[in-house]
């Protein structure tokens, strides 16, 4: 089945610093690929969607200057939280879809983020 | 714009006993319709989905959920469930219209308790 991976799984930073996710769809190429956060015990919120070649869509609310997608090739998106705060502490996960005629988002694994 | 309910935030049952999640969504247009199970800080895994066609359909590990258009719904349902069955379970649409943007529901949090 398809495999999507992030990098890394946990990371902890100081107040200020920024940090870089990295999502990779590992056996198929991804043309769409979204964005989510999860808060303790809550639900995903949809983030971005990042389509290669081409600027994110955010969603309302979303800083777009905070998190900064890039989505360089048809296997790789990033996802760059700048100046992070305590705020910004959460799970991070993304999805890709196999191919434009896709119905099916493949999850990668997450990323624990925590802002000290 | 779609949006996705589920009706408990936590369903606590014992092994070998039936279960069923609640969901049910509204939308002006066409949906697909997904369950994913979450297991501790794991990601999402893909339980079952409607496309089209049979509304009833079934996962590999007993779940099944049945689309019912005209009560909106998208119950997912397991006739006697495992302690390994316990899990965050989301319900989640997408409009069937292009460009795949998913919304997610709250989530239910299984408890299966020997």
């Known amino acids: 089945g398809a495999v999507v991976s992030q990098h890394p799984s946990r990371v902890i930073c100081k107040s200020g610093t920024s940090v870089k996710i990295e999502c990779r769809s590992l056996?198929?190429?991804?043309?769409?690929m979204f964005w989510y956060r999860q808060f303790p015990k809550q639900s995903l919120m949809l983030m971005a969607t990042?389509?290669?070649?081409?600027?994110?869509?955010?969603e309302q609310g979303v800083e777009k200057d905070k998190f900064l997608i890039n989505h360089a090739s048809l296997t790789l998106s990033t996802l760059t939280v700048t100046s992070a705060h305590p705020e910004d502490s959460s799970f991070y996960i993304c999805s890709a879809l196999a191919g434009a005629a896709s119905d099916t988002q493949y999850f990668g694994p997450g990323t624990r983020l925590t802002v000290l | 714009a779609q949006s996705v309910t589920q009706l408990d935030s936590q369903v606590p049952v014992f092994e070998e006993a039936p279960v069923e999640l609640r969901c049910n969504y509204s939308?002006?247009?066409?949906?697909?319709l997904f369950w994913y199970v979450q297991y501790p800080n794991q990601g999402l895994q893909l339980l079952l989905k409607y496309l089209s066609g049979s509304t009833l359909v079934e996962s590999i590990n007993g779940f099944e959920a049945e689309f019912n258009k005209s009560q909106t719904s998208f119950h997912l349902r397991k006739p006697s469930v495992h302690i390994s069955d316990t899990a965050e379970y989301f319900c989640a649409v997408s409009e069937n219209t292009g460009g795949f943007k998913t919304i997610f529901g709250a989530g239910t949090r299984l408890f299966v308790k020997a």
């Open positions: 056996d198929f190429q991804a043309t769409t």
């Open positions: 939308s002006s247009v066409s949906v697909y």
């Open positions: 990042s389509n290669e070649g081409s600027k994110a869509t955010y």
